[in-house]
């Protein structure tokens, strides 16, 4: 079998270096990417081609997958991991935060799939792995800025599988819960940057406790069986659209289908208790 190869971003922790590991030991050439390539020399070490990609500059993209069809004229996949969550009450964010918040998660896989796209038509062939959430299909309080991300994410991901299907191009969505990972640490410094509204204590208060929770609870995820399914769906001829990956993310997919009204009375018991 000729050796596949695939391009991955935000690989200097978590999920991202996860899952260039687990590529990496089924003998693909492995295009681990970081804004910081000092965060990654251990993946270069072990075999992987490593890049600076920052996914909000495009120059950044162009000259990656410019090298990729350089060195090796082929890419099979590629999977935009490379994200954060912002989270706080609206009214709090503020716009230059909010453009951040899709500049990185929205707009850079955007960037990312028009920059392969080409190739994958050229090849008839490609597949395209797109990181969302559990907040890509349910929104709560003080997560509205992250949640839209990833609720265009999955939009946009939908209308792209339909686009390039005449091209044997996949386009698929994975879908974790809570991952025992880094994730949470930047949402402590994002909570510290807030000009905080008093009238919201009690959400800030909700959002570190569930942050704190989220870590150690037991449902959370280690980031190798986020990796196992990326790397399992992209050897996959046929994949499904979309992987909610553990337990309590299949469980938050069949509450969105709650009404409303039920979801919105949840959230006021939860104010209540607060």
């Known amino acids: 079998m000729m050796e596949k190869t695939v391009l991955i971003t935000g690989c200097s922790s978590g999920i991202g270096r996860a899952t260039a590991e687990s590529f990496l030991d089924s003998d693909w050439t492995v295009y681990a990417t970081s804004r910081d390539?000092?965060?990654?020399?251990?993946?270069?070490?072990?075999?992987?081609?490593?890049?600076?990609?920052?996914?909000?500059?495009?120059?950044?993209?162009?000259?990656?997958?410019?090298?990729?069809?350089?060195e090796v004229d082929a890419l099979d996949c590629l999977v935009n991991n490379a994200?954060?969550?912002?989270?706080?009450?609206l009214e709090d964010v503020t716009?230059?935060?909010?453009?951040h918040q899709f500049d990185v998660n929205v707009y850079g896989p955007h960037r990312l799939s028009r920059a392969v796209l080409p190739l994958f038509r050229d090849q008839e062939d490609g597949t395209i792995i797109n990181l969302s959430s559990i907040y890509g299909r349910l929104s709560t309080p003080g997560g509205g800025a992250y949640a839209g991300s990833k609720f265009a994410l999955e939009a946009m991901s939908d209308a792209?599988?339909?686009?390039?299907?005449?091209?044997?191009?996949?386009?698929?969505?994975?879908?974790?819960?809570?991952?025992?990972?880094?994730?949470?640490?930047r949402l402590e410094t994002e909570l510290d940057e807030f000009d905080r509204t008093p009238d919201y204590d009690w959400l800030y208060e909700t959002i570190e406790d569930a942050n704190i929770a989220a870590g150690a609870a037991p449902f959370a995820l280690d980031p190798d069986a986020v990796a196992t399914v990326i790397h399992d769906v992209a050897g996959m001829k046929n994949p499904d659209p979309r992987y909610p990956v553990g337990t309590f993310a299949k469980l938050v997919v069949y509450s969105s289908f709650l009404p409303d009204r039920v979801r919105d009375g949840v959230f006021r018991v939860v104010r209540k208790l607060t």
């Open 37 to 70: 390539t000092d965060d990654i020399t251990d993946l270069a070490e072990a075999g992987c081609e490593t890049a600076a990609l920052d996914v909000t500059d495009q120059e950044d993209i162009d000259r990656v997958v410019s090298r990729i069809e350089d």
């Open 83 to 89: 994200g954060y969550g912002l989270y706080g009450p």
């Open 95 to 99: 716009v230059d935060q909010l453009h």
């Open 160 to 185: 792209l599988r339909a686009e390039v299907d005449p091209f044997d191009i996949s386009v698929v969505l994975v879908e974790p819960g809570p991952v025992e990972t880094g994730f949470n640490d």
